[in-house]
Nanobody, 124 residues
């Protein structure tokens, strides 16, 4: 069983930055594929960024503003979010595929474990 815990959300002004963290404990972390998804108010859950053992991918709306990275020694994946916009307001979820495959942000069925989410609120 893998436990997933997100942190780092909060209230930030337009143009500001936040760094989200996702700790996934249990199992072999360095073999996981880990993705961030978000659900904005009144909208479906969408993929934001993903990191596997061999690749990183981003949805178009965050490309160049967000950076996903991993620290295998700390069992942690980070999402550095810069130049935040009001449309980035959402609950952000970390999801783990264990063992991991190629990243695919279009789907969620292949992700095995989910955190409870952390709220990011970008105010104008």
């Amino acid at each position: 069983e893998v436990q997933v815990v997100e942190s780092g959300g909060g209230l930030v002004q337009v143009g500001g930055s936040l760094r989200l963290s996702c700790v996934a404990s249990g199992g072999t972390f360095d073999k996981y594929t880990i993705a961030w998804y978000r659900r904005a108010p009144g909208k479906e859950r969408d993929g934001v960024a993903c990191i596997s053992t061999k690749q990183t991918i981003y949805t178009d709306s965050v490309e160049g503003r967000f950076t996903i990275s991993r620290d295998n020694a700390k069992n942690t994946v980070y999402l550095q979010m810069n130049s935040l916009k009001p449309e980035d307001t959402a609950v952000y979820y970390c999801a783990v595929e264990a063992p991991g495959g190629y990243c695919n942000l279009a789907y969620t069925y292949h992700m095995d474990y989910w955190g409870k989410g952390t709220l990011v609120n970008v105010s104008s």
